[in-house]
T-cell receptor, first 118, second 110 residues
Framework: DGGITQSPKYLFRKEGQNVTLSCEQN?????MYWYRQDPGQGLRLIYY???????QKGDIAEGYSVSREKKESFPLTVTSAQKNPTAFYLC?????????????????FGEGSRLTVL | QKEVEQDPGPLSVPEGAIVSLNCTYS??????FMWYRQYSRKGPELLMY????GNKEDGRFTAQVDKSSKYISLFIRDSQPSDSATYLC??????????FGQGTTLQVKP
């Protein structure tokens, strides 16, 4: 079945450590996104990529880094510079290179990764 | 003030009730309006998509957009316990950046 796979589902990290969240899609979508979800704040865009080897900062990129070496993969690294990294992280993809897949209005989301900093 | 405001709830209703979920927004450039449903510990999935003003119906779900009032609604008829989830409104302008509301948590009690 086509979809987006995020791993790990749950992750614990000590302060000062970097951690990488994996996101893989087999939908053949051009665009991929990383969102952060905190209680009462909805989804906030961290980074997005419209094409391989290119990506742009979203609204809250500080303390995060990404790469897009392959169409199907868009890993997110949460660095030690991120002041408050405990959150639920969602990866998404869309058919069109438009930032939100506006033609269809649809982002396809993975099941998320919950990161807790101890 | 946030660009998109949504009451986080929680909203608790009995099975069979009509549910009304709402969002207000401040930016008049928004043209595309969506509702996503998110079950606990899962990623959101698109429920309804509307372009510009008007109504759209899909089974028990109706989405309404009132651009003059900058107000969108999602109605759920004959609500079921399986409708218990968080509902996120989202909207974008022609440039495509998607802005999400905070999400409303709905519980439908049998």
């Amino acid at each position: 079945d086509g979809g987006i796979t995020q791993s790990p589902k749950y992750l614990f990290r000590k302060e000062g450590q970097n951690v990488t969240l994996s996101c893989e899609q087999n939908l053949n979508h051009d665009a991929m996104y990383w969102y952060r979800q905190d209680p009462g704040q909805g989804l906030r865009l961290i980074y997005y990529s419209q094409i391989v080897n290119d990506f742009q900062k979203g609204d809250i990129a500080e303390g995060y880094s990404v790469s897009r070496e392959k169409k199907e993969s868009f890993p997110l690294t949460v660095t030690s510079a991120q002041k408050n990294p405990t959150a639920f992280y969602l990866c998404a993809s869309s058919i069109s290179p438009g930032l939100a897949g506006v033609d269809t209005g649809e982002l396809f989301f993975g099941e998320g990764s919950r990161l807790t900093v101890l | 003030q946030k660009e998109v405001e949504q009451d986080p709830g929680p909203l608790s209703v009995p099975e069979g009730a009509i549910v009304s979920l709402n969002c207000t927004y401040s930016n008049s450039v928004f043209q595309y309006f969506m509702w996503y449903r998110q079950y606990s510990r899962k990623g959101p999935e698109l429920l309804m998509y509307t372009y510009s003003s008007g109504n759209k119906e899909d089974g028990r779900f109706t989405a309404q957009v009132d651009k003059s009032s900058k107000y969108i609604s999602l109605f759920i008829r004959d609500s079921q316990p399986s409708d218990s989830a968080t509902y996120l409104c989202a909207m974008s302008a022609t440039t495509g950046k998607l802005i999400f509301g905070q999400g409303t948590t709905l519980q439908v009690k049998p």
